[in-house]
């Protein structure tokens, strides 16, 4: 893996250009904002001694549990956005690798990725959120599971009382799921109503556990 990308990249970090045997050298990958300190277990957001969130207690999601890798701050956003929207797919072999290490425990019935519409599939080429999840488990993913419904603003433009309102009824479950955990891998948490919505898709189609598993947290300002 460290060789494969270190030809990638012809041997130098992707953020600072310096030498490197990956994607980024040692000191830009210390810089990256991993998220540490006692955190709620459900929104991934600071919680003290790692207790539910008074958010979360007021209005609880619909997932049950959220695993975050790194913070929405640099350099982390920009290896995000260059995967998003520059086409950088190495790089999500190497964000699902700073995830996979959070995974305490990452047994589940089924790994899915928030779907993208089918004109936002067409307009970018790929899902990003399908290309981290290839590398967590890709033995136990079911793309075709969950299904987006209507193409949708994109969250990020819309204002936070709003996301919710957006996204409401824009997926689908394709089967029963009977009891089984499912994991949903994505790129970016920011309010957290994307995948609300997709949890209790799922929840209504039988699942008994839903799970976040998200390389970056947006964090209050």
């Given at each position: 893996?460290?060789?494969?990308?270190?030809?990638?990249?012809?041997?130098?970090?992707?953020?600072?250009?310096?030498?490197?045997e990956?994607?980024?050298?040692?000191?830009?990958?210390?810089?990256?904002?991993r998220?540490?300190?006692?955190?709620?277990?459900?929104?991934?957001?600071?919680?003290?001694?790692?207790a539910?969130c008074?958010?979360?207690?007021?209005?609880?999601?619909?997932?049950?549990?959220?695993?975050?890798?790194?913070?929405?701050?640099?350099?982390?956003?920009?290896?995000?956005?260059?995967?998003?929207?520059?086409?950088?797919?190495?790089?999500?072999?190497y964000?699902?690798?700073?995830?996979?290490?959070?995974?305490?425990?990452?047994?589940?019935?089924?790994?899915?990725?928030?779907?993208?519409?089918?004109?936002?599939?067409?307009?970018?080429?790929?899902?990003?959120?399908?290309?981290?999840?290839?590398?967590?488990?890709?033995?136990?993913?079911?793309?075709?599971?969950?299904v987006?419904?209507?193409d949708?603003?994109?969250q990020?433009?819309?204002?936070?009382?709003?996301?919710?309102?957006?996204?409401?009824?824009?997926?689908?479950?394709?089967?029963?799921?009977?009891?089984?955990?499912?994991?949903?891998?994505?790129?970016v948490?920011?309010?957290?109503?994307t995948?609300?919505?997709?949890?209790?898709?799922?929840?209504?189609?039988?699942?008994?556990?839903?799970?976040?598993?998200?390389?970056?947290?947006?964090?209050?300002?």
């Amino acid at each position: 893996m460290r060789n494969f990308l270190a030809r990638w990249f012809g041997g130098s970090c992707f953020l600072c250009r310096g030498a490197a045997e990956g994607v980024l050298c040692a000191a830009c990958d210390a810089d990256l904002p991993r998220l540490a300190g006692p955190r709620c277990p459900r929104c991934a957001l600071d919680s003290p001694r790692g207790a539910l969130c008074g958010r979360c207690l007021a209005d609880p999601p619909q997932y049950d549990a959220t695993i975050a890798a790194l913070a929405y701050e640099f350099p982390a956003d920009a290896l995000v956005h260059a995967l998003k929207f520059r086409g950088e797919l190495v790089l999500a072999e190497y964000l699902a690798g700073i995830l996979g290490r959070c995974l305490a425990d990452p047994s589940v019935d089924s790994v899915i990725a928030v779907p993208l519409s089918a004109d936002r599939l067409r307009g970018r080429g790929y899902n990003q959120a399908v290309e981290i999840a290839r590398s967590l488990l890709p033995k136990k993913m079911e793309l075709d599971l969950c299904v987006r419904e209507r193409d949708t603003p994109a969250q990020m433009d819309l204002p936070y009382e709003e996301r919710r309102r957006n996204v409401r009824g824009a997926f689908r479950c394709t089967r029963a799921l009977l009891g089984s955990s499912v994991a949903v891998v994505d790129d970016v948490m920011t309010t957290g109503e994307t995948l609300n919505e997709i949890a209790s898709v799922l929840k209504k189609a039988g699942a008994a556990r839903v799970v976040n598993w998200v390389v970056v947290r947006t964090l209050p300002t």
